[in-house]
């Protein structure tokens, strides 16, 4: 699903030093060679300023969305020339990320001219990325740096803490007619840019929306100097130096529109749910995005490829998000807070009826499990879902799943409760998780291949529920297939379904579940991996080092917010 986009644009970001053209590297540090999907890919931008899709990813890969803006957006059709400005649907939702594990790691408040008080109050769409380092949380990023792998921190090499450098490198690659050295006399350490709707043609080139990026100067006269040479050498190019930021975009009009914006709706900073959101984001964050989807879904181009890619039943979606990257000492997150959000008018007020205790009974699955699912509430949800009527199924496919749990003796939505309990826990230990890359899986650093045979091992945990319909269940689903059959017992207040022997400790106590899951009580949806058992062999040198992700879903103040945590702890220190 992409946003109605202008035409390509050349790439402008900071590079990684020693690794010209390659654009913004993985923040995460992830294992070398390993490259994650776009998230989302549609939409997706050439320019260097705000990026495709959320941020976040897990290590191994660029954020969400892939390099920013090292990856090329498909060319516009229409015989159009290549251009360079952002505008696309998540585009402004992410902003650029660092040049260099150490820049992307350099906590900052935020602090100096920002560049939302120079774009535009009415845009639907805005993210920054700021170098400036803030000595404030410097504590938190030592101690994060000290828990990397070892070998991460030798490809590192030291800091220089020259991110004027990083940002005057990023201009170049996107200006190959600028000087670089002339470039850090003028350039700062922030960026920052915003899509907004217009009615002028020329400004938008017909689409419907029109963009800026805002690129923080340390010296106005020179950037003018500078910039001016280059905009008479392309035709793609208009600038305006005001306020200590160049305002660029992709022709005069734009730059007009920017300014009659401003005019008529004040800056961005001046916008109350703008800062009402911004206001809860954690701070320390290097990156900042945010988006009015409501707004965007005013746009006709974006409303009608919206319509196009979802079920047809489906109306009016509504809501804003805010997404940032931050360190907190023990682990780098990735971030996305959804507020107000509804589609077809359902908003998720259903998830927040139950209390979050998806991590808690993840807690209870055995010490040696290495994924490990978690949900909360998902009893009344299939209940809700089933009544309503199960998305993606007909009524005759859902007839049909009637009939099969009713010749189990186990008639549906009433069964709901038995099967899954309050929360639910599902966790693999031995599984051939390294067949995925090609190769043998490291246990706790140690090749192993007892699962090449396809027996898998498993812990199921139902937190509430019922030992009966648990067993009758598993005699039906598993007894064609399974001999022995897989163990139903009860533990607790928890019904568990285990097949093969699991470890006899709980993974509550894992020092990395800790490090990782912490603070996320509320989630209703949860999810672990552990790095430190999945790692491939000989693609790493010390898998223990790698520590494990994270991920969480929270639904709070009765729906109206949702908010999802991609983490990444590493365990490399002492």
């Known amino acids: 699903m992409s946003y109605p986009d202008p035409p390509q644009q050349p790439q402008w970001q900071p590079q990684q030093p020693g690794q010209p053209g390659q654009g913004y590297p993985a923040p995460y540090g992830g294992a070398p060679g390993q490259q994650q999907p776009a998230y989302p890919q549609h939409g997706a931008p050439a320019g260097g300023m705000p990026g495709g899709g959320m941020p976040g990813g897990p290590p191994g890969g660029p954020p969400y969305g892939g390099q920013y803006a090292g990856g090329q957006m498909p060319p516009s059709g229409g015989g159009r020339r290549n251009r360079w400005l952002i505008p696309t649907a998540a585009g402004v939702a992410v902003v650029v990320m660092a040049g260099t594990v150490w820049a992307t790691v350099s906590l900052v408040d935020f602090g100096g001219p920002q560049p939302e008080t120079v774009l535009p109050g009415n845009s639907i769409a805005f993210g920054k990325l700021d170098l400036s380092i803030d000595g404030s949380q410097a504590i938190d990023l030592l101690r994060f740096v000290d828990q990397l792998p070892q070998e991460m921190l030798d490809e590192m090499g030291e800091p220089d803490g020259d991110t004027s450098t990083m940002m005057a490198e990023g201009f170049v690659e996107a200006f190959p007619e600028a000087n670089q050295s002339d470039v850090e006399e003028w350039i700062g350490q922030g960026v920052g840019g915003s899509v907004w709707p217009t009615t002028d043609e020329e400004a938008s080139e017909g689409q419907g929306v029109s963009g800026a990026i805002a690129l923080s100067v340390t010296d106005e006269a020179l950037a003018e100097e500078e910039l001016g040479a280059l905009a008479s050498q392309r035709d793609d190019l208009a600038f305006e130096v005001v306020d200590d930021f160049a305002l660029l975009s992709f022709n005069e009009a734009a730059i007009a529109d920017l300014n009659r914006q401003i005019e008529a709706h004040g800056p961005l900073d001046g916008n109350d749910t703008f800062s009402g959101d911004l206001s809860d984001v954690p701070g320390g964050s290097v990156s900042v995005g945010w988006l009015d989807l409501g707004g965007l879904m005013e746009i006709e181009e974006f409303a009608q490829e919206v319509a196009s890619e979802l079920p047809s039943e489906t109306g009016a979606v509504s809501g804003r998000a805010t997404a940032s990257v931050r360190i907190d000492g023990d682990f780098l997150e990735a971030r996305m807070d959804v507020f107000g959000f509804e ?142 059959l897989p163990d139903v017992r009860t533990d607790g207040d928890a019904v568990v379904v285990a097949n093969g022997t699991t470890g006899t400790g709980r993974l509550a106590d894992d020092e990395v579940f800790q490090q990782t899951m912490q603070e996320l009580d509320d989630a209703v949806l949860a999810g672990y991996v552990d790095l430190r058992q999945v790692m491939p062999a000989g693609e790493v040198a010390a898998p223990e080092e790698w520590g494990a992700v994270g991920v969480a879903l929270s639904v709070t103040d009765d729906g109206e917010r949702a908010s999802f945590e991609l983490r990444w702890a590493p365990s490399g220190g002492e």
């Open 343 to 484: 589609a077809d008018q359902e908003d998720l007020s259903w998830l927040a009826q139950e209390p979050g205790a998806s991590v808690t009974a993840m807690g209870g699955l055995s010490d040696d499990t290495v994924v490990a699912l978690g949900g909360a509430g998902l009893d009344q949800a299939a209940t809700s879902a089933y009544e309503d009527g199960v998305p993606f199924l007909s009524s005759g496919e859902q007839t049909e799943m009637e009939r099969s749990f009713n010749s189990m003796g186990l008639p549906i939505p009433e069964s709901f409760g038995g099967l899954l309990g309050t929360s639910t826990a599902y966790g693999f230990t031995d599984v051939d998780l390294g067949s995925m890359f090609g190769g043998p899986t490291y246990y706790r650093g140690f090749a192993d291949s007892s699962a090449a045979d396809g027996d898998v091992t498993y812990e199921y945990r139902a937190v509430g529920g019922d030992e009966q319909v648990l067993s009758d269940f598993v005699a039906e689903i598993a007894g064609p297939y399974s001999d022995p």
